[in-house]
């Protein structure tokens, strides 16, 4: 019968396509809004933070990058707590992304002093040897603000003159790095998650020499970037005098020490390489 | 060729040329993009950096090669299933201009930062606000001719090309709902999970609508047309129709997958997209079945090579979908190159297969003459499927293996590898990659080619015959 009635035809498409619309996409907006999925200490973007957004999507940062930690062994375990839907209330576009040619950022938020921002930006391999990343040097350039206040407006976000008149002098790489430090730091997961290590905290490579030369690889791959080549500090402190037990120099290594910047390596490194680092450590130490 | 006369057919010739200028610059983005993965020495930003181009490499794509061959496709076939004139050339042409206008804002807003970064959607409001008079020009003109059609039957292929006009518009308008800044800036009229489901919503079903039912109209009027055989069975077309379009619309969220949407949008969406495989295999079978007693074909006839290899890459892809729209595997695949491989094969496979045969069938008819070089066409088949070939499986490859590192445990819990590590193995699978993209890119100037020499030919015949 439909064969020979466009109209009808075109008409029952159309409700036929809205069932699946109805049932998936627009209900779904109850489910999500629901006010016990709401996160109270999540808070609306600040001008600065917004701007920087507004760039890490005007440079299509999502393209490579997600923005969503899954409930699953590898993510958690890499990147932190899973993501919750409360945490995104403010994001307007969501920015999960949909390829992880780089790592997630949903977590990034605290995980780096805002200095290593600075140079990872500028010259990504100077951070992360090998990385694929382009370098956003140019973002040194200062941040447009003239739109600024409209932004906040159609965004209903709280802000203050003194919000905005503290933008003068900013670059957009400012606002980049307080977007970065923003993420994922919006509930308190970084103290409640922070890796304990349990069992003796023995070295078991203590003075073994033969470890050495493997070990400075490592150094000069994971830490030479903030520590210096030869441990004379840069973006961290130095670390030619370093006078602490073994197990304390690990256990830093391992899960960080946020008040200073340090991030956690026990993740990425395991512990079997983090003391390996001690050893390396302790031997400049030594000489 | 005498009933062709009539027909607004000078409309389609701008389409399919404005089309393969676009699929051109898609295909060479594409290669400088993979290169730029590889050697990020070659990003030069602001303007040539990976996160600017790739969206151009998309949106070429889809909308400038998928959407611009669409529209000179059911412009062609509607007048001649419908036995009438377009409704209005003159808004084709219109049409014609507005799309090549779009396309090309579309580039340069991209280039210049100015992205609302929803996959696919793009495109900054006051663009987006001429993709919708574009469109809506384009669905009436079809629309009109269908209606005032003087064969009482409509074919399979109308019935793909009317659920095409309307779903793209309702996904659009809904996709691209936003709250204008200024007139480069706008944010989203959705927040957070809910963006992310409606974007899904729409970037699956723009699968559905952009790259699934318009190939199957075309397939649907071109197999018969090209190899004298009819589709084996119209009644199974026609269910297939009906439950593609109603299932579809269900399965967004398997892009979401372990994302904080609510469990049971998700369940629903893995649950639609194994089900899909039954209609989606139907188009498959119509098309192996229609070929029963014609398999030699594959070997004289080279447009039924690249019709076949098209719906078989569909059939692929259609298994390969379902699989990774399930929790366990997308827990696993999701994130990784696996996912580019699976879509390159729906769009350099299946798509672009059934398109090059659809202006392989055309050019010559539009031009009254004959295909310049069918040699060139079966080196333009072999090359296509190499370098496509290469893409997917390398992908595949990168996928898996890269899952698995990042998937690696020690003994005590802990992570084997950390991501950087898992990421330099990826490195020579993306050199394979990038050589795939050549290949394909190598095979496109050869279309090119042959397709300027037959219409220059072409062109040539009609001035000698008027002399």
């Given at each position: 019968?439909?064969?020979?009635?466009?109209?009808?035809?075109?008409?029952?498409?159309?409700?036929?396509?809205?069932?699946?619309?109805?049932?998936?996409?627009?209900?779904?907006?109850?489910?999500?809004?629901?006010?016990?999925?709401?996160?109270?200490?999540?808070?609306?973007?600040?001008?600065?933070?917004?701007?920087?957004?507004?760039?890490?999507?005007?440079?299509?940062?999502?393209?490579?990058?997600?923005?969503?930690?899954?409930?699953?062994?590898?993510?958690?375990?890499?990147?932190?707590?899973?993501?919750?839907?409360?945490?995104?209330?403010?994001?307007?576009?969501?920015?999960?992304?949909?390829?992880?040619?780089?790592?997630d950022l949903a977590r990034i938020g605290g995980k780096y002093p805002d200095a290593w921002h600075v140079k990872h930006m500028k010259d990504p391999q100077s951070m992360v040897p090998r990385s694929n990343m382009p370098d956003y040097d140019f973002l040194q350039q200062p941040l447009d603000t003239s739109v600024t206040e409209r932004k906040m407006k159609a965004l209903k976000f709280p802000y203050s003159?003194?919000?905005?008149?503290?933008?003068?002098?900013?670059?957009?790489?400012?606002?980049?790095?307080?977007?970065?430090?923003?993420?994922?730091?919006?509930?308190?997961?970084?103290?409640?998650?922070?890796?304990?290590?349990?069992?003796?905290?023995?070295?078991?490579?203590?003075?073994?020499?033969?470890?050495?030369?493997?070990?400075?690889?490592?150094?000069?791959?994971?830490?030479?970037?903030?520590?210096?080549?030869?441990?004379?500090?840069?973006?961290?402190?130095?670390?030619?005098?370093?006078?602490?037990?073994?197990?304390?120099?690990?256990?830093?290594?391992?899960?960080?020490?946020?008040?200073?910047?340090?991030?956690?390596?026990?993740?990425?490194?395991?512990?079997?390489?983090?003391?390996?680092?001690?050893?390396?450590?302790?031997?400049?130490?030594?000489? | 060729?005498?009933?062709?006369?009539?027909?607004?057919?000078?409309?389609?010739?701008?389409?399919?040329?404005?089309?393969?200028?676009?699929?051109?610059?898609?295909?060479?983005?594409?290669?400088?993009?993979?290169?730029?993965?590889?050697?990020?020495?070659?990003?030069?930003?602001?303007?040539?950096?990976?996160?600017?181009?790739?969206?151009?490499?998309?949106?070429?794509?889809?909308?400038?090669?998928?959407?611009?061959?669409?529209?000179?496709?059911?412009?062609?076939?509607?007048?001649?299933?419908?036995?009438?004139?377009?409704?209005?050339?003159?808004?084709?042409?219109?049409?014609?201009?507005?799309?090549?206008?779009?396309?090309?804002?579309?580039?340069?807003?991209?280039?210049?930062?100015?992205?609302?970064?929803?996959?696919?959607?793009?495109?900054?409001?006051?663009?987006?606000?001429?993709?919708?008079?574009?469109?809506?020009?384009?669905?009436?003109?079809?629309?009109?001719?269908?209606?005032?059609?003087?064969?009482?039957?409509?074919?399979?292929?109308?019935?793909?090309?009317?659920?095409?006009?309307?779903?793209?518009?309702?996904?659009?308008?809904?996709?691209?709902?936003?709250?204008?800044?200024?007139?480069?800036?706008?944010?989203?009229?959705?927040?957070?999970?809910?963006?992310?489901?409606?974007?899904?919503?729409?970037?699956?079903?723009?699968?559905?609508?952009?790259?699934?039912?318009?190939?199957?109209?075309?397939?649907?009027?071109?197999?018969?047309?090209s190899t004298g055989v009819p589709i084996y069975s119209h009644r199974m077309g026609v269910i297939a129709f009906w439950s593609l379009i109603f299932m579809y619309l269900w399965t967004g969220a398997h892009h979401l997958l372990w994302a904080p949407v609510p469990d049971w949008v998700q369940t629903l969406a893995m649950g639609f997209s194994i089900m899909l495989i039954a209609p989606s295999w139907a188009?498959?079978?119509?098309?192996?079945?229609?070929?029963?007693?014609?398999?030699?074909?594959?070997?004289?006839?080279?447009?039924?090579?690249?019709?076949?290899?098209?719906?078989?890459?569909?059939?692929?892809?259609?298994?390969?979908?379902?699989?990774?729209?399930?929790?366990?595997?997308?827990?696993?695949?999701?994130?990784?190159?696996?996912?580019?491989?699976?879509?390159?094969?729906?769009?350099?496979?299946?798509?672009?297969?059934?398109?090059?045969?659809?202006?392989?069938?055309?050019?010559?008819?539009?031009?009254?003459?004959?295909?310049?070089?069918?040699?060139?066409?079966?080196?333009?088949?072999?090359?296509?499927?190499?370098?496509?070939?290469?893409?997917?499986?390398?992908?595949?490859?990168?996928?898996?293996?890269?899952?698995?590192?990042?998937?690696?445990?020690?003994?005590?819990?802990?992570?084997?590898?950390?991501?950087?590590?898992?990421?330099?193995?990826?490195?020579?699978?993306?050199?394979?990659?990038?050589?795939?993209?050549?290949?394909?890119?190598?095979?496109?100037?050869?279309?090119?080619?042959?397709?300027?020499?037959?219409?220059?030919?072409?062109?040539?015949?009609?001035?000698?015959?008027?002399?």
């Open positions: 019968m439909f064969e020979k009635r466009p109209i009808i035809l075109l008409l029952l498409a159309t409700a036929t396509i809205m069932v699946g619309t109805m049932v998936t996409m627009v209900a779904p907006f109850k489910w999500i809004n629901d006010p016990k999925l709401a996160i109270a200490s999540v808070k609306p973007y600040t001008p600065l933070e917004l701007e920087g957004r507004d760039i890490y999507i005007r440079e299509g940062c999502n393209n490579c990058h997600t923005q969503t930690v899954r409930p699953l062994l590898v993510d958690t375990e890499r990147y932190g707590e899973y993501s919750k839907s409360g945490e995104f209330a403010y994001d307007q576009p969501f920015l999960w992304g949909s390829r992880r040619n780089g790592p003159q003194a919000d905005l008149a503290a933008l003068s002098g900013k670059s957009e790489l400012d606002a980049m790095v307080a977007y970065m430090q923003k993420l994922g730091n919006d509930i308190p997961w970084r103290k409640t998650g922070r890796a304990e290590v349990l069992g003796e905290l023995k070295n078991p490579f203590q003075d073994n020499m033969a470890v050495l030369p493997e070990a400075k690889e490592l150094y000069l791959q994971h830490c030479a970037q903030c520590h210096g080549r030869n441990l004379q500090g840069d973006v961290g402190p130095g670390l030619e005098d370093l006078d602490q037990p073994d197990s304390k120099l690990f256990g830093t290594i391992y899960s960080g020490s946020p008040d200073t910047g340090m991030p956690a390596y026990g993740d990425s490194l395991g512990k079997e390489r983090i003391w390996k680092l001690v050893t390396y450590l302790k031997s400049v130490h030594r000489r | 060729m005498n009933q062709q006369e009539g027909y607004a057919d000078e409309i389609v010739k701008g389409f399919i040329i404005s089309s393969m200028v676009w699929g051109f610059v898609a295909v060479l983005l594409g290669v400088l993009i993979s290169f730029q993965i590889s050697f990020p020495e070659l990003n030069i930003p602001p303007y040539l950096s990976y996160g600017r181009l790739r969206p151009i490499h998309t949106n070429a794509g889809v909308f400038g090669w998928g959407i611009g061959s669409f529209m000179a496709f059911f412009i062609y076939i509607t007048q001649r299933l419908a036995k009438n004139r377009l409704w209005s050339p003159g808004l084709a042409r219109v049409q014609l201009w507005l799309f090549n206008t779009v396309i090309a804002l579309a580039a340069v807003t991209l280039i210049l930062g100015m992205n609302r970064s929803k996959e696919y959607a793009e495109l900054e409001w006051p663009v987006a606000l001429l993709v919708v008079v574009l469109w809506v020009i384009f669905a009436v003109n079809i629309i009109m001719t269908i209606v005032k059609r003087r064969e009482e039957q409509m074919y399979i292929s109308l019935w793909y090309i009317l659920a095409t006009l309307v779903g793209v518009a309702i996904l659009y308008l809904v996709n691209n709902a936003a709250i204008p800044v200024s007139l480069t800036k706008s944010y989203s009229a959705f927040a957070g999970a809910n963006d992310a489901n409606v974007q899904w919503w729409y970037g699956h079903n723009a699968v559905a609508m952009v790259l699934t039912t318009p190939p199957l109209a075309i397939f649907y009027y071109f197999l018969p047309k188009a498959v079978f119509n098309g192996y079945f229609s070929m029963k007693g014609e398999w030699h074909q594959m070997q004289q006839n080279y447009l039924a090579k690249f019709l076949i290899f098209g719906i078989t890459f569909y059939g692929i892809q259609t298994l390969q979908g379902p699989a990774q729209a399930v929790r366990t595997f997308s827990a696993f695949i999701h994130f990784t190159d696996w996912v580019p491989g699976h879509v390159h094969m729906g769009a350099l496979g299946w798509v672009s297969l059934v398109l090059f045969a659809a202006i392989y069938y055309t050019i010559p008819r539009l031009y009254h003459t004959e295909i310049y070089s069918i040699p060139l066409a079966d080196l333009h088949f072999w090359l296509a499927v190499t370098g496509q070939l290469i893409f997917s499986i390398s992908m595949w490859i990168a996928g898996v293996q890269q899952a698995t590192m990042l998937n690696a445990t020690n003994p005590d819990g802990s992570l084997h590898y950390s991501f950087m590590e898992t990421l330099i193995e990826l490195y020579p699978y993306w050199y394979i990659r990038a050589g795939g993209g050549v290949i394909y890119f190598a095979s496109l100037l050869v279309f090119i080619y042959n397709i300027a020499k037959t219409i220059s030919a072409g062109k040539a015949q009609a001035v000698a015959q008027k002399a």
